[in-house]
């Protein structure tokens, strides 16, 4: 079946350092991909998606481009803020079941 | 739209209780999806539905757990015993099939069973 592989947590930054969250997955064909942001009491948001090879992703700052060569879909963000502590959560969909695959879930701590 | 309901948002029950719990997808939705959320197990998929039948039970962890959606708009979840380990935050969440599979959650019930 589907897996879903996150850099483990927590990833503690200062404010405004540089964001890379690992994700690596594998699938049968060729899913959309997804990064969902829970933050603390609150239930899980789609943050970004992309849904075909060489798709980036983007909304609040974050990014995430699709690789179909290496399964990655890697979080980035060129400026962190205090406010983007949460757990990230990485999620390609099966096309099949219709029901995605969570990753572990990063959690994220910046310091101001 | 108001979102993804879910009620309660808290439930403290005592082992052996039966505890419901219910969801109210987002209107038009045609998947509804139960998550449960633990600090050992992470999120896990219980059981999905479409179009109000269900599609994929074996996330279910046992027989104690069953999921019903009558309608479109209303699904519940039932716990028959609670047990301790059965504590979690429960999500629900609601797709529109052909929407690339994006989620909207609900705020979820986080229940602890004693």
């Known amino acids: 079946g589907d897996s879903v592989t996150q850099m483990e947590g927590p990833v503690t930054l200062s404010e405004e350092a540089f964001l890379t969250i690992n994700c690596t997955y594998t699938a049968t064909g060729y899913p959309s991909l997804f990064w969902y942001v829970q933050y603390p009491g609150e239930g899980l948001q789609l943050l970004l998606k992309a849904t075909k090879a060489d798709d980036k992703g983007s909304n609040k700052g974050f990014e995430a481009t699709y690789r179909k060569e290496t399964t990655s879909f890697h979080l980035e963000k060129g400026s962190v803020q205090v406010s983007d502590s949460a757990v990230y959560f990485c999620?390609?969909?099966?096309?099949?079941?219709?029901?995605?695959?969570f990753g572990s879930g990063t959690r994220l701590q910046v310091q101001p | 739209d108001a979102g993804v309901i879910q009620s309660p948002r808290h439930e403290v029950t005592e082992m052996g209780q039966e505890v419901t719990l219910r969801c109210k997808p987002i209107s038009g939705h045609d998947y509804l999806f139960w998550y449960r959320q633990t600090m050992m197990r992470g999120l896990e998929l219980l059981i999905y539905f479409n179009n109000n039948v269900p599609i994929d039970d074996s996330g279910m962890p046992e027989d104690r757990f069953s999921a019903k959606m009558p309608n479109a708009s209303f699904s519940t979840l039932k716990i028959q015993p609670s047990e301790p380990r059965d504590s979690a935050v429960y999500f629900c969440?609601?797709?529109?099939?052909?929407?690339?599979?994006?989620?909207?959650f609900g705020p979820g019930t986080r229940l602890t069973v004693l």
């Open positions: 999620a390609p969909s099966d096309t099949g079941r219709r029901a995605l695959t």
């Open positions: 969440a609601s797709s529109l099939g052909q929407n690339n599979n994006e989620q909207f």
